[in-house]
């Protein structure tokens, strides 16, 4: 499913929806041993999974969720984040860890 969107001050954006469903096996058959395959998605709803505007893909949370690996984990307080819920800026004081640039 797709939805063209116009949004003022950007422009159009397409957003890419997945719809929840049943698993899905596909049997492929080899030549010696068959493959099975199992699809699944966790969310009861229909779910936003990408965004287009002009060239650039935007992947949205529900698919980011999917691939936690993805993009790189920077490390906060407890305190800290419930803050961050809230809409607060994060501070370079407020962060235990963070992932090293590979130059």
Same mark, same amino acid.
């Given at each position: ?8 001050g950007?422009g ?9 469903s ?11 041993k ?18 287009? #505007?002009? =060239?650039?893909m &935007?992947? %949205?949370?529900p698919?980011? +969720?999917?691939?936690?690996t ?8 407890s305190?800290?984040?419930k ?6 800026? #994060?501070? =370079?004081s407020? &962060?235990? %860890?963070?992932?090293?640039? +590979?130059s």
């Amino acid at each position: 499913l797709s939805r063209k969107l116009k949004i003022p001050g950007v422009g159009i954006v397409f957003s890419y929806l997945r719809t929840p469903s049943e698993e899905s096996n596909t049997k492929v058959e080899g030549d010696i041993k068959e493959v099975e395959k199992m699809t699944s998605w966790p969310y009861q709803t229909t779910q936003p999974i990408l965004f287009t #505007l002009e =060239k650039a893909m &935007i992947p %949205s949370i529900p698919l980011l +969720s999917l691939f936690p690996t993805l993009l790189p984990t920077i490390t906060v307080p407890s305190a800290v984040s419930k803050y961050l819920c809230r809409g607060a800026d #994060l501070m =370079k004081s407020g &962060i235990l %860890s963070f992932p090293s640039s +590979s130059s």
